[in-house]
């Protein structure tokens, strides 16, 4: 997938996307890939590509040239934490592991939390992803 500045967000979301999907069915991991929580009890584990945040930064003074600064949030949610750390992991080596075409991997940050939802006990673990791209 080519991404352009033109259809720079929805195809980063897909890359993403497409990314973590292709990652989980190679290595036989069961997880809903949507784009927004539904608001239903989970059967199973749920990962939620949510819409990108960008920031453009110009690099020169009076220059139009720049990069984006790109960071993509992902929540992984399930009734155990064995589902959450196993996800989360396999999630962030399939972005680390080489770039998505037009960007390039800058980090990542992981954070944990409890909540209970529709009075069902959900660990969630947040995963936001940087990129930039030139």
């Known amino acids: 997938m080519v991404i352009t500045d033109i259809t720079l967000n929805n195809s980063i979301w897909s890359a993403v996307k497409n990314r973590i999907v292709a990652g989980l069915t190679s290595d036989s991991i069961t997880a809903s890939v949507v784009p927004t929580y539904n608001d239903q009890t989970l059967s199973k584990p749920l990962v939620v590509v949510q819409p990108i945040s960008k920031n453009k930064n110009t690099l020169k003074f009076g220059s139009t040239a720049g990069r984006y600064d790109v960071t993509?949030?992902?929540?992984?949610?399930?009734?155990?934490?064995?589902?959450?750390?196993?996800?989360?992991?396999?999630?962030?080596?399939?972005?680390?592991?080489?770039?998505?075409?037009?960007?390039?991997?800058?980090?990542?940050?992981?954070?944990?939390?409890?909540?209970?939802?529709?009075?069902?006990?959900?660990?969630?673990?947040?995963?936001?992803?940087?990129?930039?791209?030139?």
């Open 72 to 134: 993509v949030d992902i929540l992984i949610m399930s009734n155990n934490t064995l589902d959450v750390d196993t996800l989360s992991q396999a999630i962030e080596n399939y972005l680390e592991a080489d770039d998505i075409d037009g960007l390039s991997y800058l980090n990542h940050i992981t954070s944990y939390s409890f909540s209970q939802v529709n009075d069902a006990p959900y660990h969630i673990k947040s995963i936001s992803v940087s990129y930039v791209r030139e």
